[in-house]
């Protein structure tokens, strides 16, 4: 529906009105925005001056599945180009983003497993001394449990984040989240 909303939007700003004439061409003269009253499609009735007929074209909404599926592949795409950056030290930055990215894309649908292999995947890219990076992965593997609400994983996947070497912003988010998960891992009445 938000989709449908939004292509509305789009066409009366690119100054189509319902029973209006949108454009005029040799082909197709006239376009007028309206719904298909058998089937309650969105689209268009098109006139095309050539056959002198008007022809309803209904609009193509992507589904959430062709939308998520859109963003990966996108995503991929990234880390394709990723692996052609001359400058290893941004090469690896590139890639590691990349790679968190597709798992931020699954993560965000709800797959959780999906997007912490993934996440996993990202960790072939920095050196082992590149604790940064490798504890950035980690946190975000520990923040996937989170949201799945598998409490005594994502303790032990904060626990893992400590011992790499947290920096930075990770440091305190880390630590408050090492915390809730504790709490919450906890059965009521333990305390």
């Known amino acids: 529906m ?4 939004t292509l509305l939007a789009t066409l009366l700003f690119a100054g189509v009105a319902f029973g209006e004439p949108a454009a005029v061409g040799p082909k197709q003269t006239v376009a007028i925005v309206n719904q298909a009253a058998d089937a309650g499609a969105l689209g268009a009735y098109v006139y095309y001056a050539d056959t002198a ?26 880390l394709a180009a990723a692996s052609s950056v001359d400058d290893p030290a941004q ?7 990349a790679q968190l990215e597709v798992g931020h894309v699954l993560l965000s649908a709800g797959d959780f ?6 996440y996993q995947e990202a960790f072939q890219y920095p050196a082992r001394d590149q604790l940064e990076w490798r ?13 799945e609400k598998k409490y005594p994983e994502a303790v032990a996947a904060y626990e893992k984040a400590q011992k790499i070497g947290l920096y930075g912003w990770r440091i305190e988010h880390a630590a408050t989240k090492l915390q809730e998960a504790r709490e919450l891992a906890s059965p009521p009445g333990s305390k």
């Open 2 to 5: 938000t989709n449908k909303l």
């Open 53 to 78: 007929n008007f022809v309803f074209r209904e609009f193509h909404l992507p589904s959430e599945d062709e939308a998520l599926a859109e963003r990966i592949r996108k995503a991929k795409v990234k």
């Open 91 to 97: 090469r690896i930055n590139a890639q590691v983003a």
């Open 113 to 118: 497993e999906r997007a912490r292999v993934e």
């Open 135 to 147: 504890s950035t992965i980690q946190v975000h593997i520990a923040d996937s449990y989170m949201k």
